[in-house]
């Protein structure tokens, strides 16, 4: 009889997650912005906003702040970001 | 596969180690590390909400097995799995964050002796079962359970050796003051374990200071340099005395809070030099050479334990993962009767 291997491992809970719609044309969307607190987090959000402005005559609609990296982004600012934009830019890493 | 050595390299084949060989596991060791915490297989122990990840007894202690642990050690085991899941610990920044933090676990109260903790020499080095396998058990489950491996979830840059495992009991017989667990506000009957992620540790070298003062200037000094990770915000730091220090300390008569205060005044760098270090952003101006940058912000985010040899005049300090994102979480252990 050979010996059982044990599975140490776990798989992360399955969670049933809905893709939002992709828009169809880039024009006049309303950005949200998530900065993390990171240095430049909010300096390099901005400036890509502004460029996404420029070309495509976006605006920034909702600039939500993370209490941390570490931590994400509480219900209100989320539920804010839903309410008042067509998509989000999140960041930065290291 | 009855071969032990084919066993092992199973374990490696499917990515289940953290690259030191494990102890296969069998049905009767699994139940066995079960019942050292007196708890069920389907036991939930916590959650990382942000993962998805629900961690359950029965995985703990498949991974204490394969860590070497004994079943008395599982009880240690649980609660600093539950101290990881705990919300002030903010596990994903630790767990991810290029900064590659140990997960360093201090151990207290009755449990620490029972099952031979070693809290004396080389208390952060090799020797001690309960040491290595402990900490290595918690590293195990966080890369088999909570998906942080190398290069994924882990973005560790360096990494720390550390990060195999970083456990030792508190020294509560030479404490010039409370055990650590009683300052965090357990009774000194319980036994905790105290979470704390940390991607560094300096050794700390006064062999002159006969007072606290010049020691703590030492300590102050290593914990305000350039290369430290969190400038901007305020810290939590462990400073760990050990032998000739801790007397130096006792034979003071400085209580606990003088000596945190005394690190939280002197800690401290010139806005001047973390600008022309780049640590924060800017031109120098006049103003910044006067301007002082503090990194605590108050007393009880200094961390004091006692443990190391008797002999020698060394400490450690070691500066806190995150501008207090992250804090340090003290679970009491349960006890099994």
């Keep these: 009889m050979s010996a059982p291997l044990f599975d140490p491992t776990a798989t992360p809970v399955g969670r049933e997650v809905k893709i939002a719609p992709r828009p169809v044309r880039l024009d006049g969307l309303r950005i949200g912005l998530v900065e993390n607190t990171k240095f430049n987090s909010a300096t390099l959000l901005l400036r890509l906003a502004d460029r996404l402005g420029r070309r495509h005559g976006m605006t920034v609609a909702q600039m939500a702040r993370k209490r941390s990296p570490s931590h994400e982004v509480d219900d209100a600012a989320i539920a804010a970001l839903r309410r008042q934009c067509d998509f989000v830019v999140s960041g930065i890493g290291d | ?337």
């Design chain 2, 1 to 337: 596969m009855d071969d032990p050595a084919g066993l092992i390299e199973a374990y490696f084949e499917r990515g289940w180690t953290d690259g030191l060989p494990v102890v296969p596991p069998t049905e009767k060791a699994v139940a066995e590390m079960l019942a050292g915490a007196g708890m069920r297989g389907d036991e939930i122990l916590g959650e990382i909400p942000g993962r998805n990840t629900v961690v359950v007894a029965d995985k703990v202690a498949i991974n204490a097995v394969l860590a070497g642990c004994r079943p008395e050690y599982m009880p240690v085991v649980a609660a600093a799995i539950r101290a990881l899941c705990h919300p002030d610990f903010a596990y994903h920044g630790p767990a991810s964050s290029t900064g590659g933090s140990a997960m360093v676990l201090i151990v207290n109260g009755p449990i620490a002796r029972r099952i031979g903790l070693n809290s004396g020499n080389n208390a952060f080095g090799q020797g001690w079962r309960p040491n290595a396998t402990i900490g290595r058990a918690v590293r195990l489950v966080m890369m088999n359970v909570m998906q942080a491996r190398p290069g994924l979830l882990d973005r560790a840059a360096l990494g720390n050796p550390g990060k195999y495992s970083f456990c030792f009991a508190e020294n509560e017989d030479d404490h010039p003051w409370e055990p650590f667990h009683v300052a965090r506000g357990l009774h000194v009957d319980q036994s905790a374990v105290t979470l704390y992620a940390s991607n560094s540790l300096y050794q700390v070298y006064n062999q002159l200071a006969a007072e606290p003062e010049p020691l703590l200037r030492c300590f102050a000094d290593a914990l305000s340099n350039l290369g430290l990770p969190n400038v901007k915000g305020f810290n939590q730091a462990l400073v760990v005395l050990a032998g000739e220090h801790t007397e130096v300390v006792r034979q003071s008569g400085w209580s606990r809070r003088q000596f945190q205060s005394f690190l939280v005044e002197h800690t401290r760098r010139r806005v001047a030099d973390l600008k022309r270090a780049a640590r924060l952003p800017g031109d120098v101006t006049s103003g910044d050479e006067s301007s002082w940058r503090y990194l605590f912000e108050k007393p009880e985010d200094i961390l004091i334990v006692c443990a190391g040899g008797r002999a020698g005049s060394w400490s450690a300090c070691l500066p806190g993962w995150g501008n207090k994102w992250t804090k340090a979480v003290t679970t009491a252990i349960g006890v099994i009767q």
